[in-house]
């Protein structure tokens, strides 16, 4: 189950690193990461900053168009890693992350005490996006 996630992450933010035109992302989660490997080999003009979700605090510069929020992030840390990288997206930029599912309270928990969720975008593969 896991694999199928990560290659829908996988398709989602290729659509979102192309349709928003993104050259500078942070992306939350495990080393390593296939999302981080796929966006450096196929668009290699982005600023790609892999972040371990244990990382501190990110700075306040709005300096980022996207941030997305990948695996190996507990769901319940969700929110404060929300919190923290919010302030370095862009006006206009996204911050996105994968796991919204049933079984993922936390998440929901996050995103519905943040945002309203009329403007949050959930895909069928679980992944959500917001747009600052």
């Not at 450096?40 to 709005?62: K, L």
Request: hydrophobic share 40%.
């Amino acid at each position: 189950m896991r694999l199928q996630s990560e290659v829908g992450a996988t398709q989602v933010l290729a659509g979102i690193v192309e349709s928003f035109n993104v050259k500078s992302m942070a992306h939350i989660g495990s080393e390593g990461n296939e999302e981080v490997k796929f966006v450096s080999t196929h668009f290699p003009s982005v600023e790609v900053h892999p972040v371990r979700p244990d990382s501190g605090s990110p700075g306040a510069s709005a300096d980022l168009d996207l941030v997305f929020i990948g695996t190996g992030t507990d769901d319940g840390a969700v929110g404060g890693l929300i919190d923290a990288w919010l302030p370095r997206v862009k006006p206009g930029g996204l911050i996105a992350g994968e796991g919204y599912h049933h079984k993922a309270i936390g998440v929901h928990k996050a995103l519905a005490d943040r945002f309203s969720l009329l403007q949050v975008t959930v895909m069928p593969d679980g992944c959500w996006c917001y747009q600052k």
